[in-house]
């Protein structure tokens, strides 16, 4: 949590932070707890998307350098 730490503004704030203060519930003044289940999804699918568009792009070199490591000699 170093950027937590580090920064101190909200809007200089990572995605793993936000999604860490999304997934937590908050107090509200009534005594209920309320969790955005919306946004919290919303920011899980923005954040993965990214990591899924690289591991389509990256895989057949994954899979080659798998293969290659397995080969017999």
């Keep these: ?8 503004k909200p809007e ?3 995605l793993p932070i936000i999604l ?3 997934t937590q519930p908050t107090d509200s003044t009534s005594g209920t707890m309320h969790i955005y289940e919306n946004a919290r999804m919303a920011a899980i699918v ?3 998307i990214p990591l899924i568009a690289l591991y389509t792009v990256a895989q057949r070199f994954l899979i ?3 293969t290659l490591g397995a080969a017999k000699g």
Excluded: E, N
Excluded at 1 to 8: N, Q
């Design 1 to 8: 949590m170093v950027p937590l730490i580090i920064t101190t």
């Design 46 to 48: 923005i954040t993965v």
């Design 12 to 14: 200089l704030f990572t």
């Design 20 to 22: 860490r203060q999304l």
């Design 64 to 66: 080659g350098g798998l």
